[in-house]
Each structure stands twice: as C-alpha cells, then as structure tokens.
C-alpha cells in the first residue's frame, strides 16, 4: 500500500511550475534574441540568404546568356568573314575600279 506524502507532493507540484516557467523564459529569451539579431543585421544592410540565392540564379542566367550571344557573334562575324573572302576572290574585270585622287599642290 502507498501512503501519499504532502510534502512530496507539494515539491513535484512546484518543480512542474519551475520547469513551465523556465520553458518561458527560455521561450522569451529566443525571441528576444532573435529580434535583436534581426535588427542588427538590418542596420548593416546585409542581405538575407533568400535574397542572395535569388541574386545567384539572376547572375547565372546572364552569365549564360553573354556565353550564348559569344557563340552567336562568333557565328555572324564567321559568316561574315567567309563572305567578305568570296568577293575577294572575284576576277579583276568583275571588280568595280578603284578610283584614285591625285594631289594638287
């Protein structure tokens, strides 16, 4: 048979209080804390982490668009350059004459 003590009773009671009360606190504390970081953090104009992520992948894209519009250059100015070879390569007659100025003095 237990017997209930009055004492051991009133000191789990009161330890189950302590122990709400310090989760509280604790509770508390972390949101102090958290604002008090947020705050400091904004004074120095630091970026969040989703802010820099999303700079990221704006970054990467450009990157590979200025690669693409390389290749693209490339492309038109070799197009270009075999062009400017065939008309070279016209016979003499086909050519338009150049025109010369002399100088008077």
């Known amino acids: 048979m237990q017997s209930r ?5 009133d000191i789990s009671q009161l330890m189950t209080n302590a122990m709400g009360v310090a989760q509280g606190a604790k509770s508390e504390a972390e949101t102090a804390m958290k604002s008090w970081m947020d705050r400091w953090l904004a004074d120095r104009n630091f970026v969040t ?3 820099f992520e999303a700079v990221q992948l704006m970054a990467q894209k450009a ?3 200025n690669a693409a519009l390389a290749r693209r250059i490339e492309a038109l100015e070799a197009a270009a350059g075999s062009g400017r070879k065939r008309a070279a390569r016209k016979p003499a007659q086909e050519r338009p004459a150049k025109r010369t100025t002399a100088k008077r003095s």
Request: charged fraction near 75%; hydrophobic fraction near 20%.
């Open 63 to 65: 990157r590979e668009e």
């Open 5 to 9: 003590n009055k004492i051991l009773d």
């Open 49 to 51: 982490r989703e802010e």
